[in-house]
């Protein structure tokens, strides 16, 4: 009986049953190392994004990856996944305080039910305790986190900057999505690997198809947030347009020299210091929407993601075929397919 996890496609119960129990250790560890604060406030504002749920995307895809060594049962390969899923969490509370986001995953943000302070020092707590759960996996992994840590502050602050003067503009977004998104999904390709055992050319491999898969995922979202209708989705479309956020499509979309282009530039561009525009009035939403999905942009950013399917598809030929293989191969398909 084939049975769906996350967008993929996992062709045995228990194959999918071996993936659900690692992913309830990861859960368990999580819990336990945040947890283990003497303050009582600490404990709760650090826990409360776990506890909010989640995807829980890196852990699984760090899993998968350690399918493809010879100790996949190893208990490192809880730790590292567990590792990187901390990581993750630390990043979204920084992330909800820069943008004074109000919730997070259905409920308040920590920022919103306590403060800026408290939200800032639960994601350095969770940090610390990243920090120090990686350890016991020796210095070569704590190189592996310090690197991607530098990684996910500089797409951040690449990100706030904005593109210099002279940069395009496609290629330094395409530069911040990796940073902030596919060099945390490489790492728990990576960690995943090396936890089991694997050779170095298939951690390499992995931790690529980490990089790919999480700028690709970037992609669809940015395609999703223009293309599809709010029940299909989950999302308001046009929400980036409302906040003056210019994605992938947009990008492409306002080096246009036709009508369509001038348009959209009129509509989100601001005449005088050339900043994005955030569009407040539901008509000019709506109008945009319109353009951009008509737009020769549209069609160069699914171009794009194609190519990233391809890339990836290129790397997992490389590795060793079985259920983890093909659960991989079914995630690539689900991020070419997602936004219909």
Same mark, same amino acid.
């Given at each position: 009986?084939?049975?769906?996890?996350?967008?993929?496609?996992?062709?045995?119960?228990?194959?999918?049953?071996?993936?659900?129990?690692?992913?309830?250790?990861?859960?368990?560890?999580?819990?336990?190392?945040?947890?283990?604060?003497?303050?009582?406030?600490?404990?709760?504002?650090?826990?409360?994004?776990?506890?909010?749920?989640?995807?829980?995307?890196?852990?699984?895809?760090?899993?998968?990856?350690?399918?493809?060594?010879?100790?996949?049962?190893?208990?490192?390969?809880?730790?590292?996944?567990?590792?990187?899923?901390?990581?993750?969490?630390?990043?979204?509370?920084?992330?909800?305080?820069?943008?004074?986001?109000?919730?997070?995953?259905?409920?308040?943000? !920590?920022? %919103?039910?306590?403060?800026?302070?408290? *939200?800032?020092?639960?994601?350095?707590?969770?940090? &610390? /305790?990243? #920090?120090? =759960?990686?350890?016991?996996?020796?210095?070569?992994?704590?190189?592996?986190?310090?690197?991607?840590?530098?990684?996910?502050?500089?797409?951040?602050?690449?990100?706030?900057?904005?593109?210099?003067?002279?940069?395009?503009?496609?290629?330094?977004?395409?530069?911040?999505?990796?940073?902030?998104?596919?060099?945390?999904? !490489?790492? %728990?390709?990576?960690?995943?690997?090396? *936890?089991?055992?694997?050779?170095?050319?298939?951690? &390499? /491999?992995? #931790?690529? =198809?980490?990089?790919?898969?999480?700028?690709?995922?970037?992609?669809?979202?940015?395609?999703?947030?223009?293309?599809?209708?709010?029940?299909?989705s989950g999302k308001t479309p046009?929400?980036?347009?409302?906040?003056?956020?210019?994605?992938?499509?947009?990008?492409?979309?306002?080096?246009?020299?036709?009508?369509?282009? !001038?348009?959209?530039?009129?509509?989100?561009?601001?005449?005088?210091?050339?900043?994005?525009?955030?569009?407040?009035?539901?008509?000019?939403?709506?109008?945009?929407?319109?353009?951009?999905?008509?737009?020769?942009?549209?069609?160069?950013?699914?171009?794009?993601?194609?190519?990233?399917?391809?890339?990836?598809?290129?790397?997992?030929?490389?590795?060793?075929?079985?259920p983890a293989h093909d659960a991989?191969?079914?995630?690539?398909?689900?991020?070419?397919?997602?936004?219909?």
């Amino acid at each position: 009986m084939k049975s769906t996890f996350a967008g993929l496609n996992l062709e045995s119960d228990e194959f999918s049953a071996s993936l659900t129990d690692s992913l309830a250790q990861v859960e368990d560890l999580l819990l336990s190392e945040l947890s283990s604060s003497d303050d009582g406030v600490l404990t709760e504002a650090a826990t409360h994004l776990a506890k909010a749920g989640g995807k829980r995307f890196r852990p699984m895809f760090a899993i998968l990856a350690s399918k493809f060594g010879p100790r996949p049962d190893a208990p490192e390969v809880i730790t590292s996944a567990t590792v990187v899923e901390m990581i993750h969490l630390a990043t979204l509370y920084h992330d909800d305080v820069m943008d004074e986001a109000p919730m997070r995953r259905g409920a308040q943000s !920590a920022n %919103a039910r306590w403060t800026n302070s408290i *939200a800032i020092l639960s994601g350095d707590f969770l940090f &610390a /305790r990243a #920090s120090r =759960l990686v350890s016991t996996l020796g210095p070569e992994s704590v190189l592996i986190i310090a690197d991607t840590f530098a990684e996910l502050v500089t797409g951040q602050m690449r990100e706030t900057v904005g593109a210099r003067p002279g940069v395009d503009p496609v290629e330094h977004y395409l530069k911040v999505v990796w940073e902030k998104t596919g060099s945390l999904i !490489a790492a %728990a390709g990576k960690f995943g690997a090396r *936890a089991a055992g694997a050779t170095p050319d298939d951690v &390499a /491999r992995l #931790s690529k =198809l980490g990089d790919v898969i999480g700028t690709a995922f970037q992609v669809s979202d940015d395609i999703i947030d223009i293309s599809s209708a709010t029940d299909d989705s989950g999302k308001t479309p046009g929400t980036d347009l409302r906040e003056g956020v210019h994605t992938l499509p947009v990008l492409y979309a306002l080096t246009g020299d036709d009508a369509t282009s !001038a348009r959209l530039r009129d509509l989100l561009v601001d005449p005088t210091s050339g900043a994005a525009r955030p569009l407040t009035d539901d008509a000019e939403v709506l109008e945009a929407l319109d353009l951009l999905n008509g737009s020769e942009g549209m069609v160069r950013a699914r171009a794009k993601l194609q190519s990233f399917a391809d890339e990836a598809t290129a790397v997992l030929a490389e590795l060793p075929g079985g259920p983890a293989h093909d659960a991989f191969s079914s995630l690539v398909s689900y991020t070419t397919e997602r936004h219909g």
